[in-house]
């Protein structure tokens, strides 16, 4: 009797209420536990030791995982993820957060080849509309070679005959269209098998949706920007997702094309070596707790950026002008005032 007494007291807090080491740790697991969603489940584990290693558990983390990001179930994603220091939960930790946008570090010559040696980066892409998937793809690139270097970086995920059907009419009517598609959510994560580390490179929600003036495809973006590396140009990058819808009036809208690449203050698609140095950056640089809109005025900063970036090159490129013609005028008049001088020299000693 003692004994039960004495359990009881322990499991009640100063509050006379019963405490969580009351309950089973199967029943935690199984009944409480799993009903969390990530940041929740990450805040829990810090309430008691208890809950720290109940927190814990792979499989509750990978089943996480696959619910936010369905592609992170595939056996590739699966056997990469499984030499993370903490599994699902650091690739959780990596892929949910937003980045920093810290400046990186210079690259000399004595550091340079320490950019990136993984001979690989692995994609896992989800797009989600109205909480329902579209399309889950995994795709793995070398990172190596020569031509991959030194081309522009660029990752396209459908072939030239894939289409993704969506549940969006196409009326024929802007407004309507844009509206739908900015329901639309995108996910793509880069992970990095060498340093067991990932980053997710979308805005998730777009930060504009656009008709081509040409074609009349609408063009719907995703944005994440960057500060940039060394070759990179001085200032911000884009990370660009560009997701392109294209159908016939009274039809669906079906998902045509789906890349990526990375844009300096220029508009520039820098290559591979280029984006390669400030992903390594971003990959193992600081996360921070997501804002609503963030990404959104993240970019349209950048794009008032680049306007000025361009402008005052603008101003400086015609500044350089000016002095050209100007040295131009300058020297062309010294030589004819030369060529007087001599042709009025020679007659007088004539």
Known sequence: MSSCSTTTTMAEDDGGRTAITAVHSDIIQTLILTKLDGPTLISASFASSQLQNLCSDEELWRKICNSYWPSTSDPLIRNTVGTFPAG????FSDSFP???????????????NQYFPSPELISAVDIHFEGN?????VLTNETESGWFMSSPFRIELLGHKEFVPTPVKFDGEDGNCKLELHRMKLSWILIDPSRNRAVNVSSLNPVSVRRHWLTGELKVRYSTVMASGAGAGEGLVQCGIVVTCEGKEGGE???????????????????????????????EGGRKKRKENEEKENYENFLELKKKWKDNKQKKEKKMDMMCIASGITILISLTLIVFGSRSNGSYFS
């Open 98 to 112: 937003s980045i920093t946008h810290n400046k990186p570090k210079p690259i000399t010559g004595n550091n340079s």
């Open 88 to 91: 699902h939960r650091s690739l």
């Open 253 to 283: 809208l079906h998902v045509r094309e789906v890349s990526m690449q990375m844009e300096d203050m220029d508009g520039k698609v820098l290559c591979g070596k280029d984006s390669l140095v400030i992903l390594q950056e971003v990959i």
């Open 133 to 137: 998937l579209l399309y889950s793809k």
